[in-house]
């Protein structure tokens, strides 16, 4: 690899991204961690010139590069080429199974000497149900580059757990990861549980919306990736006041309509109903094998799940946008997607009652499917 400066350097991380992505897609982890190490060779020298950049300072930029720049935009990749039926589940998979060995990679050969002086001490963790481990995994790491040390906990962690963990290290703060819009309800416990235990709580991923406005309804500090985090992290987060138990009415005045309870509360049968409802509508949907009829349950389910966080959050974009992505998935797969309409239909049929649930549905069958 040619050492890289100046405009070539970008020209070059789009040439890593490639390789990267190659390697990935013949499923080859050697070549992947070879691409991966490779990067930082390349992008270190590229700010090697920089007045007053120590050599521990050179290395971090270049780990840190390589994780944001190269490692999670081919992730990112992965993901677009699994929506559009590019590749299978078993190559995604394969896939970010690879992606996690190069970000271990570039940890060790990246790895600050240990000194036992840290600017503090976080903990990193995904929301109760979120299996996108990931994005969690990157941002510890970038915090570990810049000096903090990071207890990183991973996939789904019950919130009682998180919250005795924060507790029992005097975590300074709790940086909580989520990808899934559907787990913000739970997302919320988490957060007021921490707050609660006197925690500030930093969320970030998908899940928390276009520039984390579910983060701050839930009274959370947000950012957009780890530079950012880091960055608030470093302007030391407030603390919030220790207060017992609290209701998410009260982040959520909303929820006082008991919408979201009952649609919760009745939701298998909901699921039920509609799958019968489709199947009266939608003839085709008496052809199909096994394998078709759990996976039309389980998309009703979603269907079921994301409404229901629509009303928790009050925002009727998050519905309509999740029928958008959910039409650009049975697009793809050659399922028409006007058949989401009768699941709507008996949705709204069965909800009626409820001004709130309507709005969401309405707003949904005016998309063009
Ligand atoms: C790999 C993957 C999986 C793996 C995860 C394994 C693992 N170890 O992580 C598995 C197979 C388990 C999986 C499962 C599912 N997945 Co998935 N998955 C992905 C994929 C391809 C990559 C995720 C990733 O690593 N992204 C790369 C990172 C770098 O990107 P990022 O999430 O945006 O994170 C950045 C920022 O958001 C931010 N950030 C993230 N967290 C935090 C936290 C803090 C505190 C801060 C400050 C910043 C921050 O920093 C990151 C770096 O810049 C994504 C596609 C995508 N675009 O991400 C789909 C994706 C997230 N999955 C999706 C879906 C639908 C699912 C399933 C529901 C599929 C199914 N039917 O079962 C399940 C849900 C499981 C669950 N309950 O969590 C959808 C979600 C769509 C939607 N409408 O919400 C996506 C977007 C795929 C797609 N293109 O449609 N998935």
Redesign the pocket.
């Known amino acids: 690899m040619n050492r890289v400066t100046g405009d070539d350097e970008a020209g070059s991380l789009a040439e890593l991204r490639d390789q990267l992505w190659e390697a990935l897609g013949e499923c080859d982890e050697t070549r992947a961690v070879a691409v991966a190490r490779r990067a930082l060779d390349a992008a270190e020298p590229a700010q090697a010139h920089t007045v007053g950049r120590t050599a521990a300072d050179r290395i971090r930029g270049a780990g840190e590069r390589v994780?944001?720049e190269l490692?999670?935009?081919t992730?990112?990749?992965?993901?677009?080429a699994?929506?559009a039926n590019d590749i299978t589940?078993a190559q995604?998979?394969a896939?970010?199974?690879i992606?996690?060995r190069c970000i271990a990679a570039v940890a060790d050969a990246t790895a600050p000497a240990p000194s036992g002086t840290y600017a503090g001490r976080v903990t990193?963790a995904?929301v109760t149900?979120?299996?996108?481990?990931?994005?969690?995994?990157?941002?510890s790491e970038?915090l570990r580059l810049r000096g903090w040390r990071v207890d990183y906990l991973g996939?789904?962690v019950p919130t009682r757990h998180l919250v005795d963990h924060v507790c029992r290290t005097r975590a300074q703060a709790v940086?909580?990861?989520?990808?899934?819009?559907?787990?913000l309800p739970g997302a919320h416990n988490a957060i007021t549980s921490c707050r609660g235990a006197g925690v500030p709580v930093?969320?970030?991923?998908?899940?928390?919306g276009p520039q984390g406005r579910y983060a701050r309804l839930m009274q959370a500090e947000?950012?957009?990736?780890?530079?950012?985090?880091a960055a608030?992290l470093g302007r030391d987060l407030p603390r919030p006041r220790e207060h017992a138990a609290r209701l998410a009415e009260t982040d959520l005045p909303h929820l006082s309509d008991q919408e979201y309870t009952m649609l919760r509360r009745t939701s298998l049968q909901l699921v039920k109903q509609t799958f019968v409802d489709v199947e009266d509508d939608f003839p085709a949907t008496h052809r199909y094998s096994q394998y078709q009829r759990e996976r039309t349950i389980?998309d009703i389910d979603?269907i079921v799940s994301?409404l229901a966080t629509a009303l928790y959050v009050d925002d009727v974009d998050l519905f309509t946008?999740?029928i958008t992505?959910?039409a650009?998935?049975l697009a793809a797969r050659d399922v028409p997607p006007r058949c989401l309409i009768p699941a709507l239909d008996s949705l709204l049929k069965q909800l009626k009652d409820f001004p709130r649930v309507v709005g969401i549905l309405t707003a949904a069958r005016g998309l063009t499917l």
């Open positions: 994780l944001l490692i999670a935009p992730q990112e990749r992965v993901g677009l699994w929506a589940v995604e998979h896939a970010t199974a992606s996690e990193v995904c149900g979120e299996w996108h481990a990931l994005p969690a995994r990157l941002l970038v996939a789904q940086l909580l990861s989520s990808s899934i819009p559907f787990l930093l969320a970030g991923g998908a899940a928390f947000w950012a957009e990736d780890a530079t950012d985090a608030l389980e979603f994301f946008t999740f992505w959910t650009g998935i």
